[in-house]
Nanobody, 116 residues
Framework: QVQLVESGGGLVQAGGSLRLSCAAS????????MGWYRQAPGKERELVAT???????NYADSAKGRFTVSRDNAKNTVYLQMNSLKPEDTAVYYC??????????WGKGTLVTVSS
């Protein structure tokens, strides 16, 4: 089993910044990709950003220029630096890990609330 534990969510004013962290532990043999998704109230879960073990990144259009995804392979940890936050960024942010065997794992989520 793989466990993903997110941290760093909270309440921030519009224009502020937050940094999310996600540490993976357990039966990790090989990681293909880690990243972040989010789900706002009444909406479907959507991609925010991902990063492969080689460092290739992919961002949702809404995240480009404001969010930065990074990872520490030695620590099996992925980060999401979020700047210039907007009220529409309010959501539960979920960490995701895709293994090389294409198994998907999810964290329990961390709430980010951006006040106007």
């Amino acid at each position: 089993q793989v466990q993903l534990v997110e941290s760093g969510g909270g309440l921030v004013q519009a224009g502020g910044s937050l940094r999310l962290s996600c540490a993976a532990s357990g039966s990790i043999f090989s990681i293909n990709r880690m990243g972040w998704y989010r789900q706002a109230p009444g909406k479907e879960r959507e991609l925010v950003a991902t990063i492969t073990s080689a460092g290739t990144t992919n961002y949702a259009d809404s995240a480009k220029g404001r969010f930065t995804v990074s990872r520490d392979n030695a620590k099996n940890t992925v980060y999401l630096q979020m700047n210039s936050l907007k009220p529409e960024d309010t959501a539960v942010y979920y960490c995701n890990l895709l293994s090389r065997s294409l198994m998907n794992y999810w964290g329990k989520g961390t709430l980010v609330t951006v006040s106007s």
